[in-house]
């Protein structure tokens, strides 16, 4: 089969894909009984019985009576760009469904993106080193080590290094700032910055006056506010070291697995033979047929680091896709929750196929 | 003249040696020349063994009644504390041995809460492990020997549920099922099988094209017996790896779920996770110096995945024909 057929033929399978991960979804939150549905309305908002009925029929357009309709004009709506409305009294953001979406999913996919980066830069240099002395001291140190990262609970990381090193008490090296509460970040114009109190020294944030990508980082280079981008770097650096180190057993295996595979290939022996130096052989031959497999994790690191991200958001109070998904679910916001999970299956279902036609790029000997 | 009777000695008939037993004392041979493997095998067999004793002879490590952390707390009745309040760790503490690691919550003893909790997290890791993976391992073996349509909609269900959000799902069940903690081993349940589907069908696909299955179905053998006399003993070997690596994740995603608060109603049942949480306080305790409840059930969690993590990476190793060196 020709590439082009391949993806054609995946893209039209995520259809029916996230069709069937929709009903599942709805079925779950169909299934919870309507007094659990209506009772934050009635003890977080202190509306009556039939009030809250009314909030849950009427604006919320959720008919526990007759769940076909109700799904139905759902997915009609689905197409149409309205993903449904969330009153939540514990989520950070009422209104419609997919503004939420959009505030909340750039802020996770920059701190993926950082975390992919660093683990990178980390991980290719040090894979490298383990690779091509496979069971030495080091191999077993850096193993060791970096499992430890993967085998720690995220928020468990993140407090370590908080107790390291939080500015001002850190026992280590005191320096860098952390978390801010995330509901402060919350401010009149209906803006969301995460994790960054209203005012930091005397510097509002309202001193952006445009927020197009809802990302501090981007947002204020685009105006021209140094102080907020290097706000935003610094609130930065504890969660992308956080999910780094989380990420970079996996990618280190990998890059190592692919180092031993490969240093014992007739190509490394030939290059050898001719009397290539060592150095060379690792770097031209054996390094870059060992990162081709790299590529393939890459792609599903970052579709897991977009959902398995929430506990690191919880403890700097970052404002991403998980804290919205935890919150509306702890809510029972029913269309938030679709809608997120919609979000979650197609990265999952497009990281899967960018993986597969990467690696046939890369990789000239697959054919589809 | 030479006696040869002298020459002759007793030749024993060659003993027979199941050739699973044969390829069992090769694989464990291969093993133990893992250090790593062998470090991360005894360490978490040390921890199982802990928690059975735990569970057999609580009057010795634990109390008789140790379903929630309240058998743990003195006096009986749960008080919130002042972190002045909370013993540090010493060698020679003044309430007895079980004070040896400092008290948390309710000034509560940390080292023997840690055992019960451990109790209850391996016991739940390993039953979803069991159930899930055996469900899965099933769809797997089925939909890779069968293949066609059968397969393509048995793959297209697992990717469904490959991409419900697990935090999604866990919730929602304790809304359905009632706040308490098997709600989230449900859900951990139909969370957990796709992986076993997916990892057992791709083994399916390549052993049914093996000569000996290709034999039996020639022989006349059902497909029934085929798949699970056949594919299925065969398809096992990166089960066991991931079964292990379990093992550790879902002690992990417990204390993940701990941490957000959404594991159960009931905060006073022992898991490692609720112990570091420590009520909402663990956080603000380390940072003010009592850095002892949130560090010691940390790295006593972390020992025991890292451990579990070597020992499923040696696994991988020697179960791995290609690995195999």
Known sequence: MELRYFILRRILVIIPTIIGLTILVFLIMWAIPFDQLIAPYIHQKG????????????????????????????????FSGNWGIMFGSASPYNGPV???IEIFLPNTIQLAIGAVIVSMAISIPVGTYIGSRPNSLGDQFGRVFSLAGYAM??????????????????????????????????????????????????????????????VLLIDSLLNGNIYWFTKAVEYLILPVLTLTYGILAGLLRFIRAGMVDSINQEYVKTARAKGVPEKTIIKRHVRKNALIPTVTVLGLLVAGLLGGAVAVEFVFGYYGIGYLTVLSAED??????????????????????????????LDPRIRY | MVDVDAFKTEIAPPRKIHPKVEEMKTTGKLFLTNKLALVGFTITSFYFILAILDAIYPQYLGVANDSTYLSWVPGGTPTTIQPSQLLSPSLTPAGGWMFILGTTFYNMPI????????????????????????????????????GGIVDEVMMRVTDI?????????????????????????YALIIIWWPIYARLTRGQALSTKAMNYVESARAAGSSKLRNIFVHVLPNVLSPVYVQFSLDLGTI????STLDFLGIVNGNPNVPELGSLIVAQGNGLSWLIAGYWWPAIIPGIFLLIFTISINLMGDGLRDVLDPKLRR
Request: proline share 5%; hydrophobic share 55%; charged share 5%.
């Open chain 1, 47 to 78: 509306l009556s019985r039939a009030q809250a009925t009314l909030v849950v029929e009427q604006q919320l357009g959720f008919y526990k009576n007759d769940p076909v309709l109700t799904y139905l004009f759902y997915l009609r709506d689905l």
């Open chain 1, 98 to 100: 997919i503004n939420a």
């Open chain 1, 153 to 214: 609970p995220g928020f468990w990381l993140a407090y370590l290094l908080i107790y390291l090193f939080a500015k001002n008490t850190g026992i280590l090296l005191p320096v860098v700032p952390w978390g801010g509460n995330g509901l402060n970040g919350y401010y009149s114009s209906g803006h969301l910055v995460p994790w960054i109190p209203i005012q930091v020294n005397g510097h509002p944030v309202s001193d952006l006056t445009s927020y197009p990508t809802h």
């Open chain 1, 332 to 361: 029972l916001q029913v269309w938030a929750v679709m809608g997120t999970t919609i979000v979650f299956g197609i990265v999952l279902v497009i990281a899967n196929l960018v993986v597969d036609v990467v690696y046939a790029y």
């Open chain 2, 111 to 146: 080292f023997p809460a840690m055992l019960a909790a451990l109790k209850f997290d391996l016991g739940y890791s390993l039953a979803i492990v069991m159930i899930g993976g055996g469900i899965g391992v099933v769809i797997g073996v089925i939909s890779g020997y069968m």
């Open chain 2, 161 to 185: 549920f490959f991409s419900v959000p697990f935090l999604v799902l866990a919730i929602a069940f304790l809304f359905v099922f009632g706040h308490v903690l098997s709600s989230v081993v």
């Open chain 2, 251 to 254: 002690v992990l995603i417990f």
